[in-house]
């Protein structure tokens, strides 16, 4: 059964630091290029970060400097430091592979997201 699991958000001033944790299970971890994924309030769901099973890593122009992504293939974890953090990075973030993983359910196949974690940057 797939469970991502994403812990780490919060409330924290402009210019101020976090650093996501999601905790994967029932996906072969190792071999998954993985990626964090945000949404805004009113805007669709996007990608802004990815890491290939290899390490290599690509990011947004509006993270790019600011966001690094890491992963731990023994504890299949991907983090997320978040630096320099501005009140538009203000979002639910979200683990998963890239492209999403899609599961199976009774009213067909349908990507699978989990809980998220909000971050909200605010004075």
């Known amino acids: 059964q797939v469970q991502l699991v994403e812990s780490g958000g919060g409330l924290v001033q402009p210019g101020g630091s976090l650093r996501l944790s999601c905790a994967a299970s029932?996906?072969?971890?190792?071999?998954?290029?993985m990626g964090w994924y945000r949404q805004a309030p009113g805007k669709q769901r996007e990608l802004v970060t990815a890491i290939t099973s290899g390490g290599s890593t690509n990011y947004a122009g509006s993270v790019k400097g600011r966001f690094t992504i890491s992963r731990d293939n023994a504890l299949n974890t991907v983090y997320l430091q978040m630096n320099s953090l501005q009140p538009e990075d203000t979002a639910v973030y979200y683990c998963?592979?890239?492209?999403?993983?899609?599961?199976?359910?009774?009213?067909?196949?349908?990507?699978?997201w989990g809980q998220g974690t909000q971050v909200t940057v605010s004075s």
């Open positions: 998963n592979a890239d492209p999403p993983i899609v599961v199976v359910t009774t009213n067909g196949p349908m990507d699978y």
């Open positions: 029932g996906i072969r971890f190792s071999i998954s290029r």
